[in-house]
């Protein structure tokens, strides 16, 4: 007697467990796991016929952003705040690293064109 009991209790454990993964899975897509895709960790600027490409990123917290100047004069990331001030040559590219939320704002300080003002928001 003891032992079919055991054999329900231990079949309706199985069930309830069966349940609690479907459940789980419901709110799944096609072809997706269990777990959310991470943010991308590094992303690029462009500066390229005095225009900085995207001109606005949003971010999450610990983004790497590098800047790229494809144009043949030179250029700077300049940060509102004072948190990065950086003069690019043709060619060259620099990279910071967003680790507090918030809007920066940045500019080229040496072109003033509304082309070469951008923000980085970061989530």
Request: proline share 3%; hydrophobic share 35%.
């Amino acid at each position: 007697m003891a032992s079919r009991h055991f054999v329900r209790l231990a079949a309706l454990a199985v069930m309830v467990c069966s349940l609690a993964i479907l459940v789980g899975c419901g709110n799944l897509q096609e072809g997706e796991k269990g777990t959310a895709a991470p943010k991308a960790t590094t992303t690029t600027v462009e500066i390229f016929d005095f225009r900085l490409r995207p001109q606005t990123l949003e971010v999450s917290e610990g983004t790497r952003v590098t800047w790229v100047n494809k144009d043949p004069v030179d250029h700077t990331v300049t940060a509102d705040n004072g948190s990065f001030d950086k003069l690019l040559k043709s060619g060259d590219t620099y990279s910071y690293t967003f680790k507090k939320a918030g809007t920066v704002r940045y500019k080229d300080r040496l072109n003033a064109q509304p082309g070469l003002r951008g923000k980085v928001v970061v989530e």
